[in-house]
C-alpha cells in the first residue's frame, strides 16, 4: 500500500529553494515534491522523496531520496546532483563523442566532395577519391574534436624538449 503526501509546507520550500540552487534551475522551472512509502528488500515500510522537474514546459525528470522530507538536508541535494552528473557523464559521453565526430564527418566529407576532384583520374565520381574523401574526412573531424588536447601535448612535448638547440641544429643541416 503506497501512500503520497504533496504537501506544500515551509520545509517544501526550503528543499525546492536548494533543489533550484544546487541544480542551477530558473525561477519558472516547475518542482513538485512527493512523499512517498515504500517498501525496501527486507520488507520493512520506509518514506521516500521524490522530486519532479519540469523546465521550459519539456519533459519531467523524476529524482529520489530513500528519505523523508523532514530528513533531508542540503547534502541530499549535492549528492543527488553529483550522482546525477556522474550517470549522465558516464552514459552519455560517448554517445555524444560519436554523434559529434560524425557530424562534423559528414560536414567535412560534404565540402571536400563539392570542391574536389579525385587525386588519380581526375574526375569527380571516382570511387577512390570517395575512399579518400571519406578518410580525409575522418581525420579532419578527429582534429577537429580532439585538437586542442593534441596541441596541447606537442607544446608539453616542445617545452620538455630545447627548441633552440633543434631549430640550431636544423639550421646547420641547411648550410652544409
Sequence with gaps: MTSVNKTNSGLNIHLENWLR???????????????????????????????KIQVNNKKFNTYTILKPTSQICFDDIIFLKQSFDSYVSKYFSMR??????????????????????????????????????????????????????????????????HLKNIILHIYSLILR
Design 21 to 51: 540552487e544546487v541544480f542551477e534551475l530558473p525561477a519558472s522551472a516547475f518542482i513538485e515534491i512527493a512523499e512517498e512509502d515504500y517498501t525496501d528488500k527486507e520488507g520493512s515500510l520506509n518514506q521516500k522523496t521524490d522530486f
Design 96 to 161: 555524444s563523442k560519436i554523434y559529434k565526430f560524425f557530424g562534423w564527418w559528414f560536414i567535412f566529407a560534404g565540402g571536400i566532395t563539392i570542391f574536389s576532384v579525385c587525386p588519380i583520374c581526375g574526375q569527380t565520381g571516382c570511387p577512390v577519391g570517395v575512399g579518400t574523401t571519406g578518410i580525409l574526412a575522418g581525420i579532419l573531424s578527429l582534429v577537429k574534436i580532439s585538437g586542442k588536447n593534441c596541441i596541447n601535448y606537442l607544446k608539453i612535448s616542445f617545452k620538455s624538449i
